[in-house]
């Protein structure tokens, strides 16, 4: 959380991936802070966030180099 807050109140970018939307992140954030100061985060963070969904097949190796 202070990562982002600190990238929004300095004008920068931060590059966010997950397996989980921007709902269900913040869903689970609510469920470690507490849903009134989620509240206040979401409110300042929301316009920050873009979700794009990726579909397709994986490229990710069978065998990932550094398990050889």
């Not at 990562?3 to 689970?28: I, W």
């Not at 609510?30 to 579909?55: C, N, P, Q, S, W």
Request: glycine fraction near 12%; hydrophobic fraction near 35%; avoid cysteine.
């Amino acid at each position: 959380m202070k990562v982002v807050l600190n990238v929004h109140n300095t004008g920068g970018r931060l590059f966010v991936t997950s397996n989980m939307d921007y709902h269900e992140l913040m869903d689970g954030m609510a469920g470690i802070i507490g849903r009134a100061e989620a509240a206040r985060y979401f409110d300042r963070t929301k316009g920050m966030f873009k979700d794009l969904r990726v579909v397709g097949q994986s490229n990710r190796q069978e065998n990932p180099w550094y398990g050889q």
